[in-house]
């Protein structure tokens, strides 16, 4: 059968309705950010898609419906596609759920250090660390009635809080804080929201309404997108209300912050904030860490009865305390606590394109991991050394790019470093493509995983290497090959790239050929691969999976990524390898094993791109 036809076999065309079962293994249960893009996700198939769960069913494009069935961490549902690219959808979902679901990662909790203040501390939880000092402000808004808005009825109003969402969301640049606007917008979006408003009471009943629905639920933090929606409608109703705040550096107390309360101080002279009430979790801290705003939560008021009148107060995040009416001695530590965090993260990022060397010299390069063109510009703006592993499999997610498509992608890329290494297609395992059939295994991390898809199917293998030769312009470039196993899928693969090169006629002497090393196998058989190989990268991801037969995604199961078996194995690939060798699984973005990794012989970490200013510098102090 020709490659072609086979591919087309491959590819799925009947539409059938379906069902699924997904659990929620997010710590942070199925909340807003997560349900918004998953709505958004579902709109684009052509598919009627819904929701079961706790004995109700509701449209899986419906966020506040999704949001107030609640679901928590190990509930799961079941998803129905019916209609025309129902099995598209399933396939898609499930996946973009999964991967939804691993990347709501856990809140990290602050960890605080220890200080001794002399005066009277209260203590908090920290949200955001850093120090601030300055009086006291506490929360107020003013009303603003503006008569020129009279005109604007109430669907009126609610479409163009939709518009100024959208647009906010557009505008973001980066990070968890741009999704806050799309699920507020997505909120606007349902169906609760299409019926006529008679009246601005009317629109209240709908909003308190949700508001009831979700305040005894895990979720209730997310009661203020709602007061915010609604903040937001209003004011294009001419009735709005802002936050009282000084020209001056201020200290604001607040019961709990709406986000678009935290945008507003964001843009003034605020030193830090303190929330008797809210969450760790909650659009508000969110909103505040991306602002870096040093930030408390105290969970109990503060000068209730008096009129809070503190001229310097000190609020250190760092430890967690917050000082009403310090003592010069108090003021001076906040004030040099303050001057050193300035300079540490000044220097950290202000050196990120400069080499890492630890004191004793030695050089150790700090790669990106990189999924598309992007990503690659914002590594090359955070300082990234070159790209150690180019995960190309997300720029096949949607759908199949073309040649000319993946050409593109991977010139633009390949111009922006001199040292670049990019994986051919690592799909399988908890990556699946919509449109490929993989055949059904009981198995899929044991099964066909990586190279071993990609030479069971030979077509978007070539395709892929053809595309990575024609971008390469003559300039040195790294192919590795993911998941390989045994020498001899090394040696097919590396044939088929030859043949590739040999039937389109393409010099590819500076092309490097290389394996990741996340299959336990290898390292058994080392001096074999090491003969062959160009250079090895190290997937600590997959090899702590293996070595500990513990799915990598298991909402149950975890392993520590540090663990000493791990530490164990990269003593023995480093000493029993000779070609270059680099480690790109989450472990080399650890700085607690940074000095370990070194002391190994690891000089190339290959890490996600927002932690190379922090890691380069956390070298320089090894
Ligand atoms: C790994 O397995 O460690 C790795 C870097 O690859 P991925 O996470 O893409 O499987
Ligand atoms: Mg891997």
Not at 211 to 240: A, M, P
Not at 361 to 387: F, P, Q
């Amino acid at each position: 059968m020709k490659p072609m036809n086979f591919l087309k076999k491959l590819l799925k065309t009947t539409p059938t309705p379906i069902k699924s079962t997904l659990t929620i293994t997010s710590s942070n249960g199925f909340h807003m950010r997560p349900i918004a893009k998953f709505a958004n996700e579902v709109k684009k198939f052509d598919a009627t898609i819904t929701i079961e769960a706790k004995e109700q069913k509701v449209q899986a494009t419906q966020v506040p419906k999704i949001l107030s069935l609640a679901l928590e961490t190990g509930d799961s549902f079941i998803l129905y596609s019916v209609g025309e690219e129902a099995k598209e959808a399933d396939s898609y979902l499930k996946d973009y759920f999964n991967k939804l679901m691993m990347e709501d990662s856990k809140v990290e909790i602050a960890k605080q250090e220890d200080e001794n203040y002399q005066a009277p501390s209260i203590y908090g939880d920290t949200i955001v660390k850093g120090v601030g000092i300055a009086p006291l402000v506490k929360y107020k808004t003013i009303e603003i009635v503006d008569d020129t808005k009279k005109s604007v009825d109430i669907k009126e109003a609610i479409d163009l809080t939709k518009e100024e969402l959208l647009n906010l969301y557009k505008d973001s640049i980066k990070g968890e804080e741009t999704q806050i606007f799309l699920a507020q917008k997505e909120i606007l979006s349902s169906e609760i929201f299409e019926k006529e408003f008679k009246s601005i009471e009317d629109l209240d009943k709908v909003f308190n309404q949700e508001i009831e629905n979700i305040k005894d639920t895990k979720f209730k933090s997310k009661v203020s997108d709602y007061k915010d929606l609604k903040k937001r409608v209003l004011s294009y109703l001419g009735l709005k209300s802002v936050l009282k705040l000084p020209n001056t550096p201020y200290i604001l107390l607040a019961k709990d912050l709406l986000p678009s309360e935290v945008n507003q101080i964001s843009k003034t002279a605020i030193k830090g904030v303190i929330l008797e009430e809210g969450s760790l979790t909650s659009h508000a801290s969110i909103l505040l860490r991306s602002f870096n705003i040093a930030s408390i939560i105290v969970n109990k008021p503060i000068c209730e009865n008096s009129s809070c009148n503190y001229p310097n107060v000190i609020i250190d995040a760092n430890s967690g305390d917050i000082i009403l009416e310090p003592t010069s001695r108090d003021l001076r530590k906040a004030e040099s606590k303050q001057k050193k965090i300035i300079l540490e993260n000044d220097k950290s990022y202000s050196k990120r394109f400069e080499p890492s060397r630890t004191k004793s010299g030695r050089k150790v390069r700090v790669l990106a991991n990189i999924t598309d063109v992007n990503s690659a510009k914002e590594a090359k703006d955070d300082g990234a050394d070159g790209v150690g592993l180019f995960r190309t499999e997300f720029l096949f997610t949607k759908s199949k790019p073309s040649l000319e498509e993946q050409i593109r992608a991977y010139r633009e890329i390949f111009e922006l470093f001199d040292d670049i290494t990019i994986r051919t297609l690592d799909i399988g395992g908890d990556k699946s493509l919509p449109y490929i059939n993989i055949p059904k295994e009981d198995n899929p991390f044991l099964g066909l995983r990586g190279i071993r898809f990609s030479l069971y199917e030979k077509t978007l293998l070539k395709e892929q290497l053809l595309a990575i030769f024609k971008a390469h312009n003559g300039k040195r470039v790294k192919v590795m090959f993911p998941m390989v196993s045994q020498k001899e899928e090394f040696r097919r693969a590396k044939r088929v790239a030859f043949d590739v090169a040999r039937e389109h006629n393409i010099d590819i002497s500076n092309i490097l050929f290389g394996i990741m090393i996340e299959v336990p196998s290898v390292i058994l058989a080392l001096k074999v691969f090491d003969k062959g190989v160009d250079f090895f990268s190290i997937g600590t991801n997959d090899l702590t999976q293996y070595l500990f037969a513990i799915e990598r995604t298991h909402p149950i199961l975890k392993v520590d990524l540090t663990s000493p078996i791990i530490i164990s194995a990269l003593k023995i690939i480093i000493d029993n390898t000779s070609k270059p060798i680099s480690i790109c699984g989450e472990l080399a973005g650890i700085e607690e094993a940074t000095p370990e990794l070194i002391n190994m012989g690891y000089t190339n970490l290959s890490v996600s791109s927002k932690l190379i200013p922090s890691l380069k510098e956390k070298i320089r102090s090894i």
